[in-house]
């Protein structure tokens, strides 16, 4: 399992649409082979980042998502939106529980 890590910076003012993008791009990624969680995260202090942490069974599943029309098809709002978009970094995933808030 792995999970990989992004950090986005958007363009003033550009959050709704890129975080609708997101909602877009998420929803279609649950039925995908290997999908097994994300989170996005806002930090408190700059609302204009976004921290996106994706858990795949594998890099290539993740890989093979990214190669799908409704990945591209978010693309251009989400890039038209985002200022700077750092790389992802993997991460191997060796424990994994759930939690209750």
Known sequence: MMTVI???TLKPGQEQE???AFEERIGAAK???GWIDAQ???PEDEPNKR???GTWRSRDDWERWHQ????????E???RS???DGRPEWHQVRAREAMEA
């Open 6 to 8: 992004t950090e986005t």
């Open 18 to 20: 890129w975080d609708r």
């Open 31 to 33: 039925s995908q082979p």
């Open 40 to 42: 996005l995260l806002i």
């Open 51 to 53: 921290i996106v942490v």
């Open 68 to 75: 799908t029309s409704t990945f591209q098809q978010t693309r």
């Open 77 to 79: 709002p989400m890039n």
């Open 82 to 84: 985002t200022a700077d």
